[in-house]
């Protein structure tokens, strides 16, 4: 069952359709605007990953690279691409400490990550 996208002429969003029988033609509306003048697009070929393999990924040592436990804005950023690649809501409660040690890094007054979190 393929997956197709859209997008709508007349907002610009882009939307994709489940397409349950591909020898069916489908009339897709966008969900913003309710117009049905979409035109699809040819997108890159992707599958899902594995389990195991999204496990690899998280251990390569490129994935840490960039992470500077000194820097809020670095760890939120991380804490963020973490629950990101592990499929999992992080909650509103880790979103707030990120954005808080991001603020105060951009200020320039944050205290250690350590007491932010």
């Known amino acids: 069952m393929p997956i197709y996208e859209y997008r709508c002429c007349d907002c610009g969003r882009?939307?994709?359709?489940?397409?349950?029988?591909?020898?069916?033609p489908i009339s897709p509306k966008c969900p913003?605007?309710?117009?049905?003048?979409?035109?699809?697009l040819f997108s890159r070929f992707s599958s899902p990953l594995s389990e195991?393999?999204?496990?690899e990924k998280l251990a390569d040592p490129s994935f840490w690279g960039d992470v500077d436990e000194n820097d809020p804005a670095s760890v939120?950023?991380?804490v963020?691409?973490?629950?990101?690649?592990?499929?999992?809501?992080?909650?509103e409660d880790i979103e707030e400490i990120a954005?808080?040690?991001?603020?105060?890094?951009?200020?320039?007054?944050?205290?250690?990550?350590?007491e932010v979190l």
Do not use: H, I, W, Y
Request: charge should be positive; aromatic fraction near 4%.
């Open 52 to 55: 195991e393999r999204r496990l």
């Open 80 to 91: 963020r691409r973490m629950g990101k690649e592990l499929g999992e809501e992080l909650g």
């Open 14 to 24: 882009k939307t994709s359709f489940l397409v349950l029988n591909p020898q069916k």
């Open 99 to 114: 954005e808080e040690a991001a603020r105060e890094a951009e200020s320039g007054s944050g205290d250690e990550v350590d």
């Open 32 to 40: 913003k605007c309710g117009s049905t003048n979409m035109r699809r």
């Open 76 to 78: 939120a950023r991380f």
